[in-house]
T-cell receptor, first 114, second 115 residues
């Protein structure tokens, strides 16, 4: 059972435009979410997180939105840059304040064209 | 400086051999994780451990084994029972209790190839 899903395997955008990456989850116990960026043959690096007590968290060009009723979160990158081209993963810890099992989505390959 | 060290970066295994991937951390994090990434796929959880001398199976534990004798170390053994071990393996750590600004830290990965 895939509890964290990223249904778009890939996304292609023009430099300067907005990139929107989506993530859905099924476990209502999830109360904290993280986004990671990954380049080939490297470990993922943390981008931004959001707690379920918020519906938005912003950090520079990156904003994450959380819709708890829809069990959906999205990562917005504005403006998109060619260096943003990578695989993006959303992740959710097991639930509550104890991380436990950390589950990742399948990832979305973002390509930003100059 | 603090971080996670995975070794080796590249590993070749003959069919039928067991191999052990190393993961060491000096972040003083309680939880450690092993993931596998196949080409074009996401990160799948193999095993995780939240405390010394305790670990749980993830989604694809068959053919793998782990130990957690020290807080700093969480080695992963890929056994001969793992039918398709060629993949990129990632180790991650987390503090046991979350906070609003907690994130998982990853090592740089080990690429295992069966020859």
């Amino acid at each position: 059972d895939q509890q964290v899903k990223q249904n778009s395997p890939s996304l292609s955008v023009q430099e300067g435009r907005i990139s929107i990456l989506n993530c859905d989850y099924t476990n209502s116990m999830f109360d904290y979410f993280l986004w990671y960026k990954k380049y080939p043959a490297e470990g993922p690096t943390f981008l931004i997180s959001i707690s379920s007590i918020k519906d938005k968290n912003e950090d520079g060009r990156f904003t994450v939105f959380l819709n708890k009723s829809a069990k959906h979160l999205s990562l917005h990158i504005v403006p998109s840059q060619p260096g943003d081209s990578a695989v993006y993963f959303c992740a959710a810890p097991g639930g509550g304040t104890s991380y436990g099992k950390l589950t990742f989505g399948q990832g979305t390959i973002l390509t930003v064209h100059p | 400086d603090g971080g996670i060290t995975q070794s080796p970066k590249y590993l070749f295994r003959k069919e039928g051999q067991n191999v052990t991937l190393s993961c060491e951390q000096n972040l003083n994090h309680d939880a450690m994780y092993w993931y596998r990434q196949d080409p074009g796929q996401g990160l799948r959880l193999i095993y995780y451990s939240q405390i010394v001398n305790d670990f749980q199976k993830g989604d694809i534990a068959e053919g793998y084994s782990v130990s957690r004798e020290k807080k700093e170390s969480f080695p992963l053994t890929v056994t001969s029972a793992q039918k398709n071990p060629t993949a990129f393996y990632l180790c991650a750590t987390l503090p046991r209790q979350s906070s609003m600004n907690t994130e998982a830290f990853f090592g740089q990965g080990t690429r295992l190839t069966v020859v």
